[in-house]
Structures are given as C-alpha cells and as structure tokens.
C-alpha cells in the first residue's frame, strides 16, 4: 500500500465517522460516565445547548474542546432521539502522593517540586508527566551532589478512578570533588590559584562549607574570580579557554579541569582623561587609583570608575557614565587608559516616597533620610540613608531606586521600598563561659513599641557570678533635633564567691537612671544620665580585711546619686566583621554629693583596624580605667577595676590580675585596683578554607595589662603579657569565643587559664 493511498482511507474514515450522526435539534443533553466531575461542569466547557442544531463541525468542536479541559481519557457524542448525549471517560484523579527513602530533603519540598510540573494531590493524573517528575526529582538530588541518587515510580489504583503514586527513592553517597586541575597556569603556582577558588577538595570544614560539592553555578563564580585575580595583576588578555567536568563511574568522585590562557603581563603607561568636566578635572584625577608605571589593575580600574560616577553624583549628576578605553601596545606590553567622562544631566530629587510601611509611622523613617526633596540628587546621602534605615532593626529588607520623574529631563523621585519585620520578641536564652559557667537568659523585648521607633525591653540573667534583671525604655528621637532619652531600673547581683583567687563578697544594687544621646554627627555622638542606687554589701568571714573596714566604717548599705559622661564614635565599616575604622568609647561616672557613695571612675576604650590586604586586618586596641573617692571617702571596692579573661588579658583568670592579698591558707586572692591598663595587637584573618564565610575568624594577638591599687604607682614591669591564638564564630547558636594563650612574665601567684572561651545564645 503506498503513502497516498493511505492518506486517502483515513480521510474517508474521518468523513464516515463526522457523518455517522445525522443533524439534529437537541431537546435535552445527558451526560454518561461521569464519577467525580459535575455535570454543570462539562456543560460549562460543552460548546452545545439545548436548541442548538448539531452538524458534524459542531460535533466535533465540542469533543475537541472537552478534550482539550484535560479532564477526560475520551469522549463520545451520541444520540438519542432528540437527545444529545455525552459521554466521557475520565483520567484518574491523584488521591495521594507517597515519597519514601528521602533523607536529604524534606517531603513537602518535593512534593513542592512535583507540584511545579503538574503532579499534586487532588489533580488529575497525566501519565506523560511521570517521566518529568522523575527527571524533577533526580534533579534536586544532583544539586546536593547525589550523582548516584535512583527514582523509580508505582501507579496504584483506587477506588472511584483515583491512583496513588508512590515515588521510591534510593538516595546513595554524596559526590565529592576529587580533584581541580589548571591547566595552563606559569605565572602563579597552582595551589594559590586554588585558594582563590570556592569550590575545593574535601577539608576539614567540608561538613560546613559544602565546597566539595560540585555546583554549575559556583564553578562559574569561580571563573570570574580566577578571571579577577589574574587581571588585577596585570594579565589583560587573560582567558579561560574551557572546563570539563568528569565523574566516576560509581558517581562518586568528580574531576574538574580548568583550561586557561594566561596572556602577557601590562603595565599602565599613560592615563588620560576625556569628556566633559562639570567637576574640575584635577579634583577627579585624584579619585584613579591607576598610576603610570605600575602593573595594570581591573580592581583599580572598577575602583577609579565608581569614585569619578560617585563623586559627580553627589552634585546631582545622577546618570553618570564612566569608561575606561584601554590602548594596548602588545610589542611594549604597555596599555594606556582614557577615563572618558560624561556627566549627563544633573538632576534633582522632586519626592521622597517611602513604600511598605503598614506598621512603622512614615516620620519613623523618614527622620533617618538624608537627601532632601528639592535639592540637587546625591548618592551619597540616598545610600547613608538606606543605610540608617536599614540600621533602625526594624526592616527585613530596604531598598531603593531612583526613577525618572515622568515628563522632565532633570527630576527624579526616590523611592524607599522596605519590607517589614517583626520587631516584637520573647527570648529564652543558654550560654556558657569558663569563668561564669552556664548563664540562663530571657527577655520580652518591642522595638517599634506602636510603630513610633520607640523601644522597650525587659531582661533577666542568671550565672554563677551575676543576676541581673532590668526594664529599659528607649526614645531615639525625644526631640526633633535628634537627642535620645532612655531610662532604666534594675537590680543587679554580683557574687564572687565562685571564682577562683577573686576576694569574696556579695553586692545586690537596685537603682534606676535616665540618659540622654546627642549626635554631633553620623558616627559621633555624647551621653549625659543622671541615677540613683542603693547597694546592699555582704561581706563573709575570709572577705579581704580591706573590704571588712570598708563595711566596718561606712556600713553595709551604701546609697549614690550618680551622674554619667560620655562621648562615643564608631566609624568602623562592620559589626561583625570589620575591617577598618575606629571605635572609641569614654566615660566619666560620679557619685555625687548628697549620698553616702562620693567617687568618680572614668574609663577609654580605644580600637582601630589598620587593614594589611583585602581580608586580613590588625586590631590595636586599648582599655584604660582610674577611679577614686573624694570627700574622704575611698573608691568602694565594688566598684574597683578588674583584669584578665577572654575579653581583656587572655591566659589569666578572668578578674585575676591586680593587687592581692592572701586568704588563711596563703592562697591569693584578687582585690581590683583604681587604675587599668590593657592593650592588644591583634591580627585577623579568615579561616583557611572558608575565605569568604564572614562567620568564621580567626587571630593572633598579643594581650598586656594590669591592674593598680590605690598610691600604687604604674609599672611597665607590673605588667602581665600574653600571646596566643583565638577563633570567633557566629554559629547558629549565638556569637562564641575560643583562645588560647600563653601567659608571659607571669608571676607564681598568678590564675593562669590558657583555654578561655564564652557560647551565648538564643533560641
């Protein structure tokens, strides 16, 4: 039978069968072999009614538009009588889906997946899609690294045209990177290029990191870097030829090989400018980081770029454009750069308009807005001013953007957008240190009380050595000028009993103050607080004799009236992970007269991060601290100066270094002093391995310090040293501490305690 002959019979079937029924007037329309699906449902999607005359074409319009609801396996119209009737054959419904053997994911993320493809619960079964689910399923599998991962697939029935799928999953072992080979790498030895990598052999912290695992995505981020990496030091033609990625036959191992051309090593002979200058063209010069005569730079260039579009965006020209067009001399192997500036239209701000607040008041928000409407459009104050909305907590999310005002050709609007978090907390919290052991926390805490920015926060703790328990309200914005107003109650316990070579004495306070902040600037600002407490002494029979005569003399209630200086910058780029700037802190607390407590105690804090390279910084730091009494009142023992521990002298005890005295069986026990001096050098660097997980750090440093009593005068050769090593982690469980330090000129009646570390955290 040839092709055309073919053709022919089917189109006579077809013909045949669209005539099969004869026209006719529809008196009534049933519906046959319908299970779960209303009638009035296939009448909504059936192209007929009644009164309607059916042909052939409308015959077989409906049955393609009912087909087409994928509801049903076939579809038939016949007749009877006057009587139109349909009948169907419906696709099974899923009445379950089953996934067994899954570990690594949670169900409901697959089911979410299958979900995606058209496989749920309740909706019709479509047996094309199973293939796709499976393919679905191993997908998700070999993004955590399961080359090996098995899916297979049982379709039961059930009753009332309904199946239940059963996904059978044999997840196996996790692929690992066996191995990473450059090839084509002269310059740089290849084990420094594979430090600039993400991806790596399995180490120490693969549990952690997952580097070990291939990923696609983090292959080609890697790329980029060992693409940046090479270019900043000056090999501009630089080129990664290919990559190939093999794995073994059990799926177990994976190899990746990296292709790459190095190029020519240039160096910058010449830099120009070009284009128009609104700002003078000396004052931009001195934003290139790119200088004649050294070795070309990408980072430099990036750099020389975002200064020139940033500092001309400050007088309002927003829509900057910065190009740096290279002039290569292969022969010399010298390239030229012409920074070609055009300003575009400079711009200024019509609104403010802050979007996503259903909660905080606009006022909250719009007091920490630096641009102003009306004025010339500067980026620097849009970004200082997301940043200090993003800095008020109580945002997930701040972004914004800056569009065109429709109509003109020098507005635009910036626009807020922030997305709103929960600023309401109840806390219960666990930590623990080597010297306070485990300390038991929690607290109820509003930091948007009403939206109006205000806080309040109630908080107890319990150790070994403290208990504290404190309500504190906060007004930021107490008044339109930007003073801040807090003031807090409390009742403080202090117990020293329990540490080791520490004198021994009991102090429970309770008292209350008000403060108020004034900013002189974005980072500077002065604190002024007036207070009063009341403190109830308990002194034991092997107390020092020192604290005895104080209570034996002035009794063991002490009342102050207390005032309160202080000044405060914090310049540093991060909290958590700073790499340079400056934090400086200094104090001044008086006791004034009218109450029993006359004394004074001011203390500085100092700390500045000298950056060495990109991820690495020096930390210099130092406490200093003197208090005495007045009126013929000495300082009160309790409110002396302490040393040692893993925040101030690593190595020694903590609150163990300073003057002594000696308990019934000659051990010696700590008294504090009214002077302090410590300081440390320190250097920061990231963990081996995780370069770019800014959770982990670690550091070498180098503590000294002491403390000195009353007309004890200061000696460098008093002073206690230290050199070690520390970790710090922001774990999921809260900030930790580790050190480890060996104690240097250490005196024989000294505490020493060379493993410290300190775990707090909330859950």
Not at 154 to 165: D, E, H, K
Not at 210 to 232: H, I, M, P, V, W
Not at 266 to 275: F, I, L
Not at 524 to 541: D, H, L, M, P, R
Request: aromatic residues 12%.
């Amino acid at each position: 039978m040839t092709l055309r002959t073919f053709f022919a019979l089917c189109c006579v079937f077809l013909c045949v069968t669209a005539w099969a029924m004869a026209p006719f007037v529809i008196k009534d329309i049933r519906v046959e072999g319908a299970q779960r699906i209303e009638a009035g449902t296939i009448f909504s999607y059936l192209p007929l009614k009644v009164g309607d005359t059916v042909t052939p074409e409308k015959s077989a319009a409906a049955i393609k538009s009912l087909y087409e609801t994928g509801f049903f396996a076939d579809v038939k119209l016949e007749r009877d009588g006057d009587v139109l009737v349909v009948v169907v054959q419906e696709r099974p419904s899923i009445y379950h889906i089953d996934i067994n053997g899954a570990k690594s994911f949670n169900k409901d993320q697959l089911k979410d997946a299958l979900k995606s493809i058209g496989i749920a619960e309740s909706r019709i079964y479509d047996k094309s899609l199973l293939d796709k689910a499976q393919k679905e399923l191993k997908r998700q599998y070999l993004s955590k690294g399961r080359y090996s991962a098995q899916v297979t697939t049982t379709v039961t029935p059930m009753s009332r045209n309904r199946v239940t799928l059963t996904f059978n999953i044999v997840e196996g072992e996790v692929a690992h990177i066996r191995e990473i080979t450059i090839v084509g790498a002269k310059a740089f030895p290849e084990k420094m290029l594979l430090e600039q990598l993400q991806l790596n052999t399995p180490n120490w912290f693969s549990w952690y990191t997952k580097n070990d695992q291939y990923s696609k995505q983090k292959l080609s981020g890697d790329l980029e870097t060992l693409r940046a990496f090479y270019q900043d030091r000056g090999y501009l033609e630089f080129a990664v030829d290919s990559t190939q990625v093999s794995i073994s036959p059990d799926k177990q191992d994976i190899y990746i090989t990296i292709n790459i051309t190095e190029g020519q090593q240039y160096r910058v002979s010449e830099v120009k400018m070009a284009g128009q200058f609104v700002v003078p063209e000396e004052e931009l010069r001195k934003l290139i980081a790119l200088k004649p005569g050294e070795i070309f730079s990408r980072e430099k260039v990036t750099i020389s770029t975002k200064a020139i579009s940033d500092r001309l965006a400050n007088d309002g020209y927003s829509f900057a454009n910065i190009n740096a067009t290279p002039e290569i001399n292969k022969e010399k192997r010298t390239a030229a750069f012409t920074f070609v500036v055009d300003p575009g239209r400079r711009v200024y701000v019509r609104h403010v308009n802050i979007f996503g607040n259903t909660t905080t008041r606009d006022e909250v928000i719009r007091r920490e807005v630096r641009q102003l409407e009306g004025a010339w459009y500067s980026i620097a104050k849009v970004n200082r001013s997301k940043e200090r909305i993003d800095r008020l907590g109580f945002f997930s999310e701040v972004t914004v953007d800056s569009p065109p005002v429709p109509g003109s050709t020098d507005q635009v609007d910036v626009n807020f957008n922030v997305t709103e978090r929960q600023t309401g907390s109840v806390q219960v919290g666990a930590g623990y240190s080597s010297a306070e052991k485990v300390v038991l926390s929690a607290g109820i805490t509003q930091n948007n009380l009403f939206g109006s920015g205000n806080s309040i926060t109630l908080n107890a703790n319990s150790g070994a050595i403290t208990r504290t328990y404190s309500l504190t309200y906060f007004n930021p914005y107490w008044t339109d000028e930007g003073i801040g107003r807090s003031w807090s109650i409390y009742d403080r316990t202090m117990n020293t009993t329990y540490l080791t070579g520490v004198s021994p004495y009991m102090t429970r306070t309770l008292g209350g103050d008000m403060n108020l902040t004034v900013p002189l600037s974005e980072t500077n600002a002065y604190n002024i607080g007036i207070g009063f407490e009341s403190t109830a002494i308990s002194v034991v029979s092997n107390s020092p004799i020192q604290y005895l005569d104080f209570v034996n003399q002035f009794g063991d209630t002490a009342r102050a009236i207390k005032t309160t200086l202080g000044f405060s910058k914090d310049s540093r780029d991060s909290i958590i992970w700073p790499m340079q700037g400056m934090n400086q802190r200094y104090s001044l607390e008086v006791g004034l007269p009218g109450a029993e407590l006359k004394y004074y105690r001011a203390t500085a804090n100092e700390q500045l991060l000298t950056p060495v390279s990109k991820d690495t910084t020096i930390s210099w730091s130092t406490q200093l601290g003197y208090g005495n009494g007045y009126g013929g009142m000495p300082l009160p023992f309790f409110k002396n100066f302490f040393a040692g521990g893993v925040d101030s002298v690593r190595g020694y005890f903590t609150g163990s270094l300073g003057p002594h005295t000696f308990d019934l069986f000659g051990n010696p026990l700590n008294l504090g002093g009214n002077e302090l001096v410590t300081g440390s050098a320190e250097y920061l660097f990231p963990m081996p391995g995780l370069r770019n997980d800014h959770s982990f750090r670690l550091s070498t440093f180098f503590d000294a310090g002491n403390v000195f009593g009353a007309g004890e005068p200061l000696s460098v050769g008093q002073l206690r040293y230290s050199s070690g090593v520390a970790l710090s982690w922001y774990s999921p469980m809260g900030p930790l501490k580790f050190s480890y330090a060996v104690p240097i000129r250490a005196q024989p009646f000294d505490n020493i305690e060379r493993l410290q570390f300190q775990l707090g955290s909330t859950f």
